[in-house]
């Protein structure tokens, strides 16, 4: 089993860019689709970015296409979520996870081994 753990997070204000890291430990995480998501307080968690182990195919929710950017670099076993002009409304706890395969529209209950989440808050 995999075992992930999320940072970079913290507080930006709005306009400004951060870079979240998914770490993995235990069994190799080379072979598996990986995702970002966000919880807002009160709200469902979604499905924000997501990766096959090759890297060539990606998904994003429509409201970050053109500003986060998710990559993988499979021989430190980490993906990474690039946050360019956050807006308020992308604050929310953001974890990853792990899935066997990516669909057209990944939904969260499809992934697994989830990180603990880490804090984003975006200042207006």
């Known amino acids: 089993q995999v075992q992930l753990v999320e940072s970079g997070g913290g507080l930006v204000q709005a306009g400004g860019s951060l870079r979240l890291s998914c770490a993995a430990s235990?069994?190799?995480?080379?072979?598996?689709?990986v995702g970002w998501f966000r919880q807002a307080p009160g709200k469902e968690r979604v499905t924000v970015a997501a990766?096959?182990?090759?890297?060539?195919?990606?998904y994003y929710l429509d409201s970050v296409k053109g500003r986060f950017t998710i990559s993988r670099d499979n021989a430190k076993n980490t993906v990474y979520l690039q946050m360019n002009s956050v807006k308020p409304e992308d604050t929310a706890v953001y974890y990853c996870a792990v899935s066997s395969r990516l669909a057209a529209i990944p939904i969260p209950s499809t992934f697994g081994s989830w990180g603990q989440g880490i804090q984003v808050t975006v200042s207006s």
């Open positions: 990766i096959t182990w090759s890297g060539r195919s990606t």
């Open positions: 235990g069994r190799t995480f080379s072979s598996y689709v």
